[in-house]
Every structure is written in C-alpha cells, then in structure tokens.
C-alpha cells in the first residue's frame, strides 16, 4: 500500500511546484501485510522534452511507514513523478530464517528456498555483478550446509541483491504533477524604485535612462531583481494631488497607478520617462549588471485610458450609464475604473489583457509583480498562467496578494510564481515562528513566499517607532527567514515617518510625487544591506525555504532559527534581538540535530556579520545584542 504521498497540492489536481535542480523532498507511507521487507523509490520525467528518460532514486524508511527521500529536475517545464514499492523476497526470507536460528529452529528446510530465490533474483542482476555473484553462488552450493548458510545470510549478498527492481510485484502511485521554474522563482533579493524620481529635482521627472545609470549601485548591494511600478502614461481626470489629496496642482504628476492618457496606455511609456528604446537600453544595462527588470502588471485604467472610448462595455457602469470608479469604502479612487472582467465582452477583455504581457514579454521582460490580482477572477488568473507555461514558461508572475489566507493561497495554487505574505505585519518572536513555520511547511509545496518588509502603499507601525535599529533587524529577517526578499528605495535611508498616526502610508508618498534621494550620506543602511546579500549569495542554506527550523531563546525579544541544506554541509543560525532600542542578552538552546551536531562535540560558529569566531560546545549558548551595533548573529555553524 503507498498513500499520504507528498508533494501534493489539492489531491494532486495542481501540479506542486519546484525550480531547476532543487532537492524537492518526497516522502511516502509504504506498508503491507506481515513482516515482509519492503523497497521504494521515487521515479520521475520531464514532460517538457518528448520522449524524456525515467530518473529514479530509492526513498530510506523512517518511522510509522514513513519513506523519504529527494528528486531534481533540470528542465523548465512540467514533469510528473511516481512512488513505487516492492517486497524484497530474498531479504524478507534471509531475515526470517535468522530469526528461526536465533530461535533454535532448525533452518536445514529452507535453505534449498533461498537457493531458489538467489537464482530467480541474479537473472535481474547487471553484469558484471552477475557473473561475479553466480561465480561465488556456485562454489558456495557445492559446499557444506553450513558454508551454503553461511553465504545466503551474508549482508553483502542480501545490499546487493535489494538493488534489483522487480518485472512484476511492483504497486504504484498514481502519477503527481510538477511545474518546475528557473531558479529565479525561489531566489533572489529585490529593489523596487520609482524611475521618476532617478536623476530627478524634485520638480522635473527623472527618466529611463537616468535609472540605468542607478542600477551598478543596486548591483553592488548585491540585488537581483530591480522593480519598477508602472511606467505608462498618467491620467489627468481625477488625478491626486500630493499625500493623495483630491486636488492636484499642475506640477502633481499623479500616481503610476492610474494608468492610461492620450499618450496610449499598458504598452506605452510616459513621455516624461523616455521612449521604448529608452526602455530597451534599461533592459541591457540590467543585464550587464546582472540584474533583471520587473515590471508592474495592473489590470485597471484610468478615465483617460484609451479603452475608456474605445471598449467602454469592458467597464462597469452605473444606472445612468456613467462607470464606475474604483472604491474601497470608504476610500474612492477617482483617477481609477476598475476593468469588468465578467462583462459581455470579456473573452476580448481577457486577450487585450494577455496581450499587454506579450508585449513586454516581446521586449525583453520576464518578470511581472501583479498588482491586486486577488480583486480579478480566479478563473482569469488560471487562464493567463496556462497560456504562459505553454508559450513563455521562463515568466516569473509575484502576487500582490494583501488579501484573505484562502484567497492567496488559491492564486499560488493557480500557478502565481510568488507571493507577498503577512510577514510584513508579523513582529513578535512567536508570531514570527508561527508563520514562517507555517509558510515553510504547510503550504511550501505552492505558495513561495516574497518576503518584501516595506513597500510604497506600507510603512508598517515598528518602522515607523523603531528607528534605524527596527530596519536593520527587519532586514536580517526578511533577508534570512526567505529565499526571496524585497526592500523599496527609501528603506536603506530609514525612511520612516507616516502621514499620521495610525497610518501605513508615508508623508510626501512616493506615488503622489517624485523623491530624489541622497544615499551618499553616513548613516545609510547601503553597506549592511550589502553585506546581507553577500552573506546570503555565498550559503546555500539562505537560498531555500524548506529547511527552516526555530530554536528557543529565554528571551521573548531575541528569535532564533537555522536554515540548512538537505546534505547539511551548508548550515547558518540566525538570533535577531527584535528590540529597535535596547541591548537583550539570553541562554538559547539549540536542537543540535537541526544543525547536524552532535551533543558534547565542539562546533565552529563564525559570526558572518562581523567576521568573529566562536567555539561552541552542547546546545546552550549565551548572546549579547545590540541594535545600534548589529541587531542579529548571522553565524555559520560548522563541525
């Protein structure tokens, strides 16, 4: 019997997810009757090249029927894999009839059996193992009984002969689907910018151009996706003013949101900003610095947007046949119509949708952050990610997501790449544990969380309150509990002051004005930043989010976990101190098993922070925090 087979998602009717060359674990309950000895493997293919070979690798037995093991695949694309389970005759009778020695029965009657089964057993063997074994079998059999037993029990004849795959015997799961992406899916440190306010005043926009030449600096911090919000022309109906105020001056350039003017909409580029060859030069500017570009992907328009006049039936419209603006009462958002994605004509709406991701596809984009897709149906989602996989299966797709548990969920499970997460609002030691061991457990297998800690629309209450020191703590964490994480242009300054209190949004918001920066001065936090992306491109270990276990620390201020690699020959513990403004010192007590210690052992920790080294011996370890120095231990853990 196999049953309780893993990765699956929703009974395998979606394809669990993984990226190239990833150990995905596999496990399995493998049991049946008796005390029959029992083998497994997981076997799997790409179905992205026709005709693609079988993989296959044995699963190792843990307790209650449990069986673990690990896959890889290289190709991008879907594949499918399959748990099989046999008994191994021969081993099943060679431990049977050592229990009956050891019982004082005698085994002269079942020795002419296990001959039987060796023979049977060295037809399926590869050469030259087979010649070898049966050149070995034949002088044992023309010996004494007892030079016969003593061969048939040998372990190295019953570890030989378990790596034989029966014809027949086999049982079978039913085939469980993957989607396998590029690595960039699971990995990579984001930077979201306005490229408006690149090379601007204050008074004239910034430009394409001028945020290409921003981008060898945000290589140098060691990031690898640079997001841009939307690009496109600006509506001026309805246009907010600074801090969102409902009048907006002449020098307002409104938010990026409302997409849509006379100057074209989703496949056009704001005048302000530069051309599409601008843009293109951009791209291979990213390029050269080893940088992706990610574009906003947002499915509404504003009342000047060009589909306003010429689709209005994919809008809705009210009884006096006026559309409606966008609403989130009790806020309404003039400079928006939000898109009808049920209308009568949606089959067109949805391919002018699809169609603006061609377009940027077309140029060179292969990153979208989609904003709100939780406020489209999922039904339209499903329908977009399956032509992508068909055609464009290199497309990487993060859900702003801010919505219901089940909601989020659902659009990972239709096929979103990424997601935002909760994170952002999750702070105390045992909120943290709870969802990040929820987010690295239960849903792992689909949802791939972003880890961003602050964007343009959040300014969350403890970087508000915390200073610099809540900063650099959230940036270790983000940086470290992820595989991928994401900072907006401000934070590395600690930008934290809000409209008001109570509020999440910034005064003098980005969205509602251009913002020149100056990171030149001392008290950036530019070279940390580096330094933790550093850190987290040289382990391996920060690179994943399967392999995330929390430790106990006597302190509720200090949190404490370890990432690991499925070898264990790449392990790093992490204690952040969570208070932005006193120094915490405490006991914690390690799980030396997580680490791959041994108890009584004495162990390297290197602190990669600040370059120090410490001898470590047994599980429980004092630290001392300050967050005006550096707010957390980042500690290579070595034998």
């Not at 020795?111 to 049966?134: Q, V, Y």
């Not at 490229?195 to 394409?208: A, E, F, M």
């Not at 509602?512 to 040289?538: A, C, K, M, W």
Request: hydrophobic share 40%; net charge negative; with cysteine.
């Amino acid at each position: 019997m196999i049953t309780d087979v893993s990765p699956v998602v929703d009974c395998g009717r979606r394809p669990a997810k993984a990226v190239q060359d990833e150990m995905v674990p596999v496990a399995a309950r493998v049991f049946t009757d008796g005390r029959k000895v029992l083998r497994t493997r997981v076997r799997w293919r790409s179905l992205a090249t026709p005709d693609a070979p079988w993989q296959s690798t044995p699963l190792t037995p843990g307790l209650e029927d449990w069986w673990h093991g690990h896959l890889t695949i290289q190709e991008i694309g879907p594949a499918e894999f399959v748990i099989e389970g046999w008994e191994d005759a021969f081993q099943s009778w060679r431990n049977d009839l050592v229990r009956r020695i050891d019982a004082g029965i005698d085994a002269e009657p079942d020795i002419d059996s296990g001959w039987g089964l060796l023979e049977t057993s060295l037809r399926r063997l590869r050469a030259p193992h087979r010649f070898r074994l049966a050149e070995q079998a034949r002088t044992a059999r023309a010996s004494g009984r007892e030079l016969q037993l003593r061969f048939l029990t040998d372990e190295t004849l019953s570890a030989r002969l378990s790596e034989i795959i029966p014809v027949s015997g086999l049982s079978r799961s039913t085939p469980l689907s993957l989607w396998v992406e590029r690595p960039r899916a699971l990995y990579g440190a984001w930077y979201e910018l306005f490229p408006r306010s690149q090379g601007s005043d204050g008074v004239i926009s910034g430009t394409l151009l001028a945020t290409a030449d921003e981008l060898p600096a945000i290589a140098d911090m060691g990031f690898d996706v640079v997001y841009l919000p939307p690009i496109h022309p600006i509506g001026h109906t309805g246009r907010r003013g600074r801090n969102n105020s409902q009048v907006a001056t002449d020098q307002d350039p409104g938010s990026p949101w409302a997409i849509g003017s006379e100057m074209g909409g989703h496949t056009a580029i704001h005048p302000d900003l530069g051309s599409l060859d601008d843009f293109r030069t951009l791209l291979e500017a990213a390029t050269s610095q080893g940088l992706e570009i990610a574009l906003d992907y947002a499915l509404q328009c504003s009342p000047d947007h060009p589909w306003v006049t010429a689709h209005p039936e994919w809008f809705a419209h009210r009884p006096d046949g006026s559309i409606r603006a966008a609403e989130n009462p009790p806020k309404r958002y003039d400079d928006i119509y939000p898109l009808d994605f049920g209308c009568r004509s949606w089959r067109s709406l949805w391919e002018a949708c699809y169609g603006i991701l061609e377009f940027w596809i077309e140029q060179g984009v292969h990153i979208f952050r989609v904003d709100n897709p939780h406020t489209k149906p999922v039904a339209f989602w499903g329908w977009v990610v399956r032509r992508l996989h068909r055609l464009h299966p290199e497309v990487i797709l993060l859900a702003e997501a801010f919505t219901s548990p089940a909601m989020m969920r659902e659009l990972a499970k239709v096929g979103f790449s990424q997601s935002y997460t909760y994170f952002t609002w999750r702070t105390t030691k045992d909120q943290i544990a709870a969802y990040l061991a929820e987010l690295s457990r239960e849903s792992v297998d689909y949802l791939r969380p972003n880890l961003f800690i602050n964007t343009p629309d959040i300014l969350t209450e403890e970087l508000q309150r915390g200073g610099p020191g809540a900063f650099r703590a959230r940036l270790v964490l983000g940086a470290t509990l992820g595989a991928s994480y994401g900072i907006y242009s401000g934070f590395d300054l600690a930008e934290g002051t809000a409209l008001h209190d109570g509020s999440e949004e910034y005064l003098d918001s980005e969205k509602y004005q251009l913002r020149p920066r100056d990171f030149s001065g001392t008290e950036s936090l530019r070279p940390l930043v580096s330094r933790v992306n550093q850190i987290r491109r040289e382990h391996r270990s920060l690179q994943q989010f399967r392999r995330l276990d929390f430790h106990w620390s006597d302190d509720p201020a200090l949190v404490c976990y370890s990432k690991s690699t499925p070898a264990m020959d790449d392990v790093v513990l992490v204690v952040v101190n969570l208070d932005p403004w006193s120094t915490h010192e405490s006991t914690i007590h390690l799980d030396l098993s997580r680490l791959g210690l041994a108890d009584g052992d004495p162990y390297l920790a290197r602190e990669l922070l600040s370059g120090e080294d410490y001898v470590w011996q047994g599980p429980h370890q004092f630290v001392r925090l300050n967050p005006a120095r550096y707010p957390a231990h980042i500690l290579w853990c070595s034998r």
